[in-house]
């Protein structure tokens, strides 16, 4: 059974920090490729970051590019989400998935985890 599991979400102030990580389990990690999703209420879900298997070549979304940095660590089975200079605009659930394949922007994924909350006060 393949699990994604979230943490490191929680409420900081604007211009604060935090680390994401997302923990997998149930799959051959190596060979996915990793991604960050966001959904804040009353909106669709989008893409923030993704990285290939390697961890070689990442994407960011316009809107978090030079703030955030996506890594991962294979020999962990874990995928992580630097955020800094966090604003407002950044609240959202934030939600980690996992593709064979490229990377993609496209919500297409073959599994997700369950999400983590992260609050940003102005």
């Known amino acids: 059974q393949v699990q994604l599991v979230e943490s490191g979400g929680g409420l900081v102030q604007a211009g604060g920090s935090l680390r994401l990580s997302c923990a997998a389990s149930?799959?051959?990690?190596?060979?996915?490729?990793m991604a960050w999703f966001r959904q804040a209420p009353g909106k669709e879900r989008e893409f923030v970051a993704a990285?290939?298997?390697?961890?070689?070549?990442?994407d960011y979304a316009d809107s978090v590019k030079g703030r955030f940095t996506i890594s991962r660590d294979n020999a962990k089975r874990t995928v992580y989400l630097q955020m800094n200079s966090l604003k407002p605009e950044d609240t959202a659930v934030y939600y980690c998935?996992?593709?064979?394949?490229?990377?993609?922007?496209?919500?297409?994924?073959?599994?997700w985890g369950q999400g983590t909350q992260v609050t940003v006060s102005a």
């Open positions: 998935a996992a593709k064979i394949g490229p990377t993609s922007r496209v919500d297409r994924y073959d599994y």
């Open positions: 149930g799959l051959t990690f190596s060979g996915y490729a």
């Open positions: 990285i290939i298997r390697t961890g070689l070549i990442t």
